[in-house]
């Protein structure tokens, strides 16, 4: 946490506060609302970008101006969502010190850089058949498990947190519920930076129960049959695999069969098209993905195949 918390400023009429006491007070009431993964974002934010700039402020002290300046100074050379970051935790804290009654009016209407829409990468087609030959003729835990993000567009950290007991094969679906992810340790006398913690996943909407295609219901049994259903399905033990070490064999793999790398993260990108590619029906893509609504999902992947726009130009033109 920060060293600076014990620094009050005091004048005759009122007891003035730092932007870090305040923040700290902020970070605290948060805890109780938001997940712990959460919580260590925005302390990293603030321990970085944020406290470091406005340590010598009083929080009644800053200003709309303030705040400008230091978004088109001080991050300018951040990437559009990083500013937007950055500030979103800024402003969460100006808005909390005003409900207590810290400062009394501030503009809220800050300017923020337009996020960029990058055209998501993902496997061509014939780098995803040469993937889908290879999962076909070497059927292990590990496999299974690039199958299933691709059949299902489930994250890395879902993908490493799911057990057997996670199945329905009798009604062929899959319960996402948990997700792994390392994050900063901020336990007592802890001996490393970082730790790895299992928790709910990313929004309420992305816990949820996702029927799984016919082909791999099949697979599953096979790799399955006798496990103990306590146990990680990429490990077939009571010990996870972590996002990051998941990785690191995805990237070998893809090597080895000489496709271009993409990240694991693509195979959920790939779905996607994939299904909408297939008119698969939007909504119910949004649910599968664990979206929060259908507009994310509309503006993430209209980064739809150039065929799939010529063949609907051509439905249009289909009467002449």
């Known amino acids: 946490m920060s060293n600076f918390i014990n620094q009050y400023v005091i004048s005759d009429s009122s007891i003035k506060k730092s932007i870090v006491v ?4 902020w970070l605290n009431k948060s805890k109780m609302r938001i997940k712990y993964s959460s919580f260590c974002i925005y302390d990293g934010i603030a321990q970085n970008h944020i406290l470091p700039y406005f340590n010598s402020y009083d929080i009644s002290d800053i200003t709309r101006e303030i705040v ?14 990083t500013v937007r970051d950055i ?9 909390f010190a005003q409900r207590k009654g810290y400062i009394s009016d501030f503009d809220y209407s ?15 087609v014939t780098d995803e058949q040469k993937l889908n030959a290879y999962l076909k003729n070497n059927l292990n835990l590990e496999n299974l498990g690039i199958l299933l993000a691709k059949s299902t567009g489930i994250r890395i950290g879902e993908l490493c947190a799911l057990k057997w007991n996670d199945f329905d094969l009798i009604n062929g679906t899959v319960y996402i519920s948990k997700t792994i992810q390392r994050v900063k340790n901020h336990d007592e006398n802890a001996t490393s930076k970082t730790k790895v913690i299992i928790t709910t996943p990313k929004s309420q909407k992305s816990v949820r129960e996702i029927p799984l295609p016919d082909y791999i219901i099949p697979i599953i049994k096979k790799l399955n049959k006798g496990a103990n259903p306590n146990t990680y399905i990429l490990t077939g033990t009571e ?14 793999l893809l090597q080895s069969l000489d496709i271009m790398y993409v990240n694991f993260h693509s195979l959920r990108h790939l779905f996607a098209t994939r299904a909408i590619e297939s008119d698969f029906n939007i909504k119910a893509l949004s649910e599968i993905l664990g979206h929060s609504s259908v ?6 992947y209209a980064h739809i195949s150039f065929e799939l726009k010529r063949s609907n130009m051509n439905k249009i033109a289909s009467g002449f």
């Not at 305040?22 to 007070?25: A, L, W």
């Not at 507009?295 to 993430?300: A, N």
């Open 22 to 25: 305040v923040y700290q007070e």
């Open 68 to 81: 400008d300046s230091f978004i088109d100074c001080k991050l300018q050379s951040f990437a559009p969502k």
């Open 87 to 95: 500030t979103s935790v800024l402003l969460q804290i100006l808005k």
């Open 110 to 124: 800050i300017d923020l850089p337009r996020l960029q829409v990058n055209e998501l990468k993902i496997m061509s």
């Open 239 to 252: 010990k996870y695999m972590e996002p990051r070490n998941l990785q690191k064999k995805f990237k070998i």
């Open 295 to 300: 507009k994310i999902t509309l503006d993430r």
